[in-house]
């Protein structure tokens, strides 16, 4: 059964940092791209950033140049590096990884669209103050 856990948010001003973390279980994450997304009240869950399997990154026109995806396989964990974090940015974050048969490059086709990913973590909340 896979499992993603979240960690790693919390309050922080505007201008400040964070680092989330993606911790996998029953998957392992060499053969898998990898997603972030975030969500807020009354709103629909988008995309932010997404790691292929080779390390090839896909972000969001809102995050890019801010927040950066990375993964460690050693670990089967995935990261998330938020920089100069805007109030804009609060949001509860969630990882996103594909259907078990996306073993292999450029899958899913279309990072963006959260309907290609079937495995959610329970979310991490990020609350940045101005």
């Known amino acids: 059964q896979v499992r993603l856990d979240e960690s790693g948010g919390g309050l922080v001003q505007a201008g400040g940092s964070l680092r989330l973390s993606c911790a996998a279980s029953g998957l392992t994450l060499t053969n898998y791209a990898m997603g972030w997304f975030r969500q807020t009240p009354g709103k629909e869950r988008e995309f932010v950033a997404a790691i292929s399997w080779t390390g090839g990154t896909q972000y969001a026109g809102s995050v890019k140049g801010r927040f950066t995806i990375s993964r460690d396989n050693a670990k089967n964990t995935v990261y998330l590096q938020l920089n100069s974090l805007k109030p804009e940015d609060t949001a509860i974050y969630y990882c996103?990884?594909?259907?078990?048969?996306?073993?292999?490059?450029?899958?899913?086709?279309?990072?963006?669209?959260?309907?290609?990913?079937?495995?959610w973590g329970q979310g991490t909340q990020v609350t940045v103050s101005s």
């Open positions: 996103a990884a594909p259907p078990a048969g996306c073993r292999k490059e450029y899958c899913p086709p279309n990072y963006p669209d959260r309907r290609e990913w079937d495995y």
